[in-house]
């Protein structure tokens, strides 16, 4: 029950903290017609971070995500907070979307792409867990704002 607590707790924050932007200047627009190359690049910002074996959560930690064009569709993603937690994804994106969702039976990432000028920006969510019974355990999640400047 105490688990299940904690889960609901995080993903509270966790949604709270989605509503919430570091940069609410309306100059962010979603990226609506990018191609999966667009979305190519290395960001950088901050996440929090929470570790669900220690129930200790980490605020404005230093993030990056290196996104990779695999194929014409298809998508490489690393997620990496330093010292805290690192993940990689592969997923395949139609141009007409600026929103990534991998749901997964052990790990998820949802992404989305806004740009402004020359600069991409992406915020997410990605998370790693397990099942024990019919309760979800959050391993590891983390949510986060990264930028990178279009070349």
């Known amino acids: 029950m105490l688990d299940r607590f904690r889960f609901i707790s995080f993903l509270l924050l966790t949604l709270f ?11 962010w ?4 017609d990018c191609s999966a190359s667009q979305w190519a690049g290395n960001y950088s910002g901050t996440g929090d971070y929470y570790n669900g074996s220690s129930d200790m959560q980490y605020l404005n930690v230093s993030t990056t995500v290196a996104v990779t064009s695999t194929s014409e569709n298809g998508l490489k993603i690393e997620v990496s907070l330093p010292d805290y937690y690192q993940i990689s994804y592969t997923t395949v994106k139609d141009d007409n979307e600026f929103f990534i969702n991998v749901p997964g039976s052990s ?4 992404l989305t ?9 992406l915020t997410g969510t990605a998370k790693s867990y397990h099942y024990k019974a019919d309760t979800l355990i959050v391993d590891h999640a983390a949510s986060f704002e ?4 279009i070349d």
């Open 17 to 27: 903290m989605a509503g919430c932007t570091k940069n609410s200047q309306s100059d």
């Open 113 to 121: 792409l806004t740009q402004n000028g020359e600069l991409n920006r």
């Open 107 to 110: 790990s998820s990432l949802a």
């Open 29 to 32: 627009k979603y990226c609506e």
């Open 146 to 149: 990264v930028i990178a400047k």
